[in-house]
T-cell receptor, first 114, second 117 residues
Framework: KAGVTQTPRYLIKTRGQQVTLSCSPI?????VSWYQQTPGQGLQFLFEYFSETQRNKGNFPGRFSGRQFSNSRSEMNVSTLELGDSALYLC?????????????FGPGTRLTVT | KNQVEQSPQSLIILEGKNCTLQCNYTVSPFSNLRWYKQDTGRGPVSLTIMTFSENTKSNRRYTATLDADTKQSSLHITASQLSDSASYIC????????????????FGKGTKLSVIP
């Protein structure tokens, strides 16, 4: 069974631009969560999608948004990029509620904002 | 504020030695506590998941313990190998107090373990 895949793996953007990251969950998994990881803050939860609906949300500004498609694939968008958005963005999938089911993480997208 | 604190921040041990990583949390109540291993440049991989009623759980050379009374967990690595070099992250899953039925995962900042020959 294929694992969680994320594209692109690396990205360099300029301040003010926007970016879209993609995540394909494990086949059969309906929940997709997004996380931001930085050396100073560690892993921080962005949001979780289930059946095309945002089911849970972390404490990030509205510049961070996401969506999920009917095949459970998910995208995350960051608008008006800031230098502080430079981070590793991780996607994780699970069968259902991540609180109850094991999460499987993708390799991440390394975003650098200059 | 719900927090998960891990110690030490970093650790260097010789190959073949044992080590113990600590995780203290203030979250209450909680659903489960997880330990993840994250190799450099890769996503985290689950090692163990324990509910509040479990005391010990093992996964090969990794043994996690949980003391819900003192709100402490530890991850013990036996007979370390070079491939154990990674960051180890403690995560607590708990109800989110704003929004009915919502949950929250609170992550520790991790312990960076280096195993040297």
């Amino acid at each position: 069974k294929a694992g969680v895949t994320q594209t692109p793996r690396y990205l360099i953007k300029t301040r003010g631009q926007q970016v879209t990251l993609s995540c394909s969950p494990i086949s059969g998994h309906r929940s997709v969560s997004w996380y931001q990881q930085t050396p100073g803050q560690g892993l921080q939860f962005l949001f979780e999608y289930f059946s095309e609906t945002q089911r849970n949300k972390g404490n990030f500004p509205g510049r961070f948004s996401g969506r999920q498609f009917s095949n459970s694939r998910s995208e995350m968008n960051v608008s008006t990029l800031e230098l502080g958005d430079s981070a590793l963005y991780l996607c994780a999938s699970s069968l259902d509620d991540p609180q109850l089911y094991e999460q499987y993480f993708g390799p991440g997208t390394r975003l650098t904002v200059t | 504020k719900n927090q998960v604190e891990q110690s030490p921040q970093s650790l260097i041990i010789l190959e073949g030695k044992n080590c113990t990583l600590q995780c203290n949390y203030t979250v209450s109540p909680f659903s489960n506590l997880r330990w993840y291993k994250q190799d450099t440049g890769r996503g985290p991989v689950s090692l163990t998941i324990m509910t509040f009623s479990e005391n010990t759980k093992s996964n090969r050379r990794y043994t996690a313990t949980l003391d819900a009374d003192t709100k402490q967990s530890s991850l013990h690595i036996t007979a370390s190998q070079l491939s154990d070099s990674a960051s180890y992250i403690c995560v607590v899953s708990h109800p989110r107090y704003s929004g009915a039925g919502s949950y929250q995962l609170t992550f520790g900042k991790g312990t960076k373990l280096s195993v040297i020959p």
